[in-house]
């Protein structure tokens, strides 16, 4: 079970919990906005889709900050393959894959994300 506080889509521990209009600096994710129309399994595939970068351009990322690291800290399973080979990011209910390419940085999404990587509601930097 996840903190109150822990982002559901990428684990990240926010100040408060993820809900009524919060925001993560992390993943980018707008609660009561993005969530509406997506799962936070399309969430969680949009934001790995985007390196995972982090998000916020006003709240530093924690010294150190690793995506992948963050996601199993907050028990999301993570498979780390070879680079070769896709990557699984998992939770009880939802898989996620990302082809791998010279470690975290530069891993992309296997398939697109729904609609062609445009979520409805969701807004990604």
Same mark, same amino acid.
């Given at each position: 079970m996840m903190p109150e506080n822990s982002c559901p889509v990428? =684990?990240?521990?926010?100040e408060a919990p993820p809900k009524n209009y919060r925001i993560c600096p992390s993943c980018g994710t707008e609660f009561g906005v993005n969530d509406v129309n997506a799962s936070v399994a399309e969430l969680r595939d949009a934001w790995? =889709?985007?390196g995972p970068? %982090? %998000? &916020? $351009? !006003? #709240?530093a990322?924690?010294? #150190?900050w690793n995506g992948l690291e963050q996601m199993e800290k907050a028990g999301i399973s993570v498979r780390r393959p070879p680079a070769s080979e896709p990557v &699984?990011?998992? $939770? @009880? @209910? !939802?898989t &996620? $894959?990302? /082809? =791998?390419s010279r470690g975290w940085q530069g891993w992309s999404a296997a398939s697109? /994300?729904?609609? #062609?990587g445009k979520l409805p509601g969701a807004v990604f930097h």
């Open positions: 990428c =684990g990240y521990q926010m790995i =889709g985007t970068k %982090w %998000w &916020s $351009t !006003t #709240d990322s924690p010294p #150190d &699984s990011v998992s $939770t @009880s @209910s !939802t &996620s $894959t990302v /082809a =791998g697109p /994300a729904p609609l #062609d």
